[in-house]
């Protein structure tokens, strides 16, 4: 589950299905990971078999907690993060890398999309992670290529995306959250399936691809059930 796209009550105020067209439910991993139920998130455990990947990399991720569009988010964001940081339990190199964070609230794909000509590498790793859905559903494919080509561009030689994307079927479910999604949705014709050519074509660049698996991790009966998608990595050289 999502999120209800009912209306409901948060932080004293009266929220509408509108409100989350962007699939900022509060709560949102915790639902999805199972209320009360302490199982490890498989993306995570994944990405801990390919820390090479990560260690002391410049990383931005998109949608999750280090850029949203939702400014509640970041404030939750950043309330957790404080939280960790009084944890004198931790080890300091921990303690450490938590000073290194930044949450920013930020909508990824501008409104003048001439800025990207702007853009410099700067990450060495882009994270995102269940996001491709909403940016489709809102901006379209015009949305998710401007999505693709921006995350090139702010990308360093040799760098990696790491994509989660859902799969198409589980658009329809949204498509009614305002008359402009149900527009974008039946206007869409660069399916999730063909997200791999496309970044690997010469409109994008790629020049790589490869998906972070474990058998083993993969046939674990305590992990969580909401999360089963493929980590697929783009590199860019």
């Known amino acids: 589950?999502?999120?209800?796209?009912?209306?409901?009550?948060?932080?004293?105020?009266?929220?509408?299905?509108?409100?989350?067209?962007?699939?900022?439910?509060?709560?949102?991993?915790?639902?999805?990971?199972?209320?009360?139920?302490?199982?490890?998130?498989?993306?995570?455990?994944?990405m801990k078999q390919y820390s090479e990947c990560f260690k002391d990399k410049q990383v931005l991720d998109i949608g999750f907690l280090g850029i949203d569009i939702d400014g509640n988010l970041i404030d939750a964001a950043r309330k957790n993060l404080q939280r960790q940081k009084a944890d004198f339990s931790l080890p300091e190199n921990e303690i450490l890398s938590l000073n290194k964070v930044i949450f920013r609230k930020a909508n990824y794909i501008l409104t003048d999309r001439s800025l990207i000509e702007l853009e410099k590498p700067q990450y060495d790793v882009i994270l995102c992670l269940s996001v491709t859905k909403w940016i489709h559903l809102n901006y379209g494919d015009d949305g998710i290529k401007f999505l693709f080509k921006r995350i090139f561009k702010q990308l360093k030689h040799n760098g990696v995306l790491v994509l989660e994307s859902q799969p198409f079927n589980g658009y329809k479910k949204r498509s009614k959250l305002s008359l402009e999604i149900l527009q974008n949705y039946k206007s869409i014709e660069l399916k999730p399936e063909q997200f791999e050519a496309y970044l690997l074509s010469d409109e994008i660049g790629f020049a790589d691809s490869w998906c972070m698996t474990d058998s083993e991790i993969l046939k674990s009966s305590n992990l969580a059930k909401g999360f089963h998608r493929p980590l697929q990595v783009f590199v860019k050289r």
């Open 1 to 46: 589950m999502e999120g209800s796209t009912s209306m409901k009550q948060q932080n004293g105020k009266v929220k509408t299905k509108n409100d989350f067209r962007y699939g900022n439910y509060r709560n949102y991993y915790f639902k999805r990971l199972g209320a009360g139920i302490d199982q490890p998130d498989l993306r995570i455990e994944l």
